[in-house]
Structures are given as structure tokens and as C-alpha cells.
T-cell receptor, first 113, second 109 residues
Framework: EAQVTQNPRYLITVTGKKLTVTCSQNMNHEYMSWYRQDPGLGLRQIYYSMNVEVTDKGDVPEGYKVSRKEKRNFPLILESPSPNQTSLYFC????????????FGPGTRLTVT | GQQVMQIPQYQHVQEGEDFTTYCNSSTTLSNIQWYKQRPGGHPVFLIQLVKSGEVKKQKRLTFQFGEAKKNSSLHITATQTTDVGTYFCAGGNTDKLIFGTGTRLQVFP
């Protein structure tokens, strides 16, 4: 089954404790992306990757890191989480090109206290 | 930078009433996509419009792309409780999709 998986689905952590949210897709997509969703603000892009070893900042990259060592994986790293990073996070993937649909993972609900 | 605005932010309707959400871009788009996110779920692709003035239908849903390719609308005829969720438009000219802020639809039986 074609899918994007994320782990963990739910995470409660404390300020400053490094964490990683994993993302994996099995559709051989070149393009992968991370979004955060906050009430009234829609989906805002954090980082994206056009291919292996190619990553770039989205609209709200501060406080986040990513890496793309393999085509299928695109982990999101929060080196020192803060309460304003409490949010719902989605990983997504698609083929390169503006006319391809994006496939989203199930989401990770992160709470930073 | 490029922005995509969506209105209204919320809409509550009685089951059977119609519903429309509007999407406006600050720049011309090569295409527009629509996604639906059920409560507690993730966005799921509904449709893509590419041509100026294009109209597409999916059962009770009608999607339009403006003549100038800067705006779009989604109209639902005779809403049902299964239509509940948040509807996002997303547009772009490159790999990057710019998502609208979404319209949350609530349907009362």
C-alpha cells in the first residue's frame, strides 16, 4: 500500500530535550516536505527536499533541522524544543513538478511543556 | 512572497444547505489543488485544476479555476454530515505548494 508513515503519532516532551520525528514514504517520491498546522494558520511549510542530500527552508524553518540521506526518509529534528513548537506536524511527499498531488502522513501531535 | 488566502475560515450549515469556499492567490498559478482533512485526520487530495476557467465536478462537489488563474472555488451542493472537515486549496508554480488557510465546515443534521 502506497503510504507516508510518521512516528511517533503523539509526543509530550519538555523544553530543551532533543527529539526526532521520523517520516518514510514507499512511493519513490523525490520531493518531501514537513508542515506544521496551527489553528487559523493553515499548513505552513517548515522544510522541504527535492531529492537526496538536497534540502531547503520553507516558510517557518526556525528551530528545526532536517536531513535527507535516503530517498524514502526525511526526519524532522528539534534540537531544543520550545513551547511555541507545540503543534500538529505533517510529513508529505510527491513526485517532482507542480502538477503532482501531495501525499500526507497521519500527523504527529507534539506538545512541549 | 506568494500568498494564498481562503475564505471563510469557518462555516456552519444545516444538512442539505449548500456551501462554498473561495481561494485567492496573490500571483498567477499554474494549477490549483484541493484537499480535504477530516477531523483528526490528514489532508487528502481531492482534485487538481490546470486550465483557465476550468470546471470539474465530483458528485456534489464543483470546483472552478478562475479565468486569470488567481482564484478558485469549491461548491458543495446539499451538504451531508460526511462533508464535515477542513478544505484546503493549494497552488503553486514550482514543486512547492502554497496552502490556503483552510475553511472548516461543520454540518448540523
Amino acid at each position: 500500500e502506497a503510504q507516508v508513515t510518521q512516528n511517533p503519532r503523539y509526543l509530550i516532551t519538555v523544553t530543551g530535550k532533543k527529539l526526532t520525528v521520523t517520516c518514510s514514504q514507499n512511493m519513490n517520491h523525490e520531493y518531501m516536505s514537513w508542515y506544521r498546522q496551527d489553528p487559523g494558520l493553515g499548513l505552513r511549510q517548515i522544510y522541504y527536499s527535492m531529492n537526496v542530500e538536497v534540502t531547503d527552508k520553507g516558510d517557518v524553518p526556525e528551530g528545526y533541522k532536517v536531513s535527507r540521506k535516503e530517498k524514502r526518509n526525511f526526519p524532522l529534528i528539534l534540537e531544543s524544543p520550545s513551547p511555541n513548537q507545540t503543534s500538529l506536524y505533517f510529513c508529505a511527499s510527491k513526485y517532482r513538478g507542480p502538477s503532482y498531488e501531495q501525499y500526507f502522513g497521519p500527523g504527529t501531535r507534539l506538545t512541549v511543556t | 512572497g506568494q500568498q494564498v488566502m481562503q475564505i471563510p475560515q469557518y462555516q456552519h450549515v444545516q444538512e442539505g444547505e449548500d456551501f462554498t469556499t473561495y481561494c485567492n492567490s496573490s500571483t498567477t498559478l499554474s494549477n490549483i489543488q484541493w484537499y480535504k482533512q477530516r477531523p483528526g485526520g490528514h489532508p487528502v487530495f481531492l482534485i487538481q485544476l490546470v486550465k483557465s476557467g476550468e470546471v470539474k465536478k465530483q458528485k456534489r462537489l464543483t470546483f472552478q479555476f478562475g479565468e486569470a488563474k488567481k482564484n478558485s472555488s469549491l461548491h458543495i451542493t446539499a451538504t451531508q454530515t460526511t462533508d464535515v472537515g477542513t478544505y484546503f486549496c493549494a497552488g503553486g508554480n514550482t514543486d512547492k505548494l502554497i496552502f490556503g488557510t483552510g475553511t472548516r465546515l461543520q454540518v448540523f443534521p
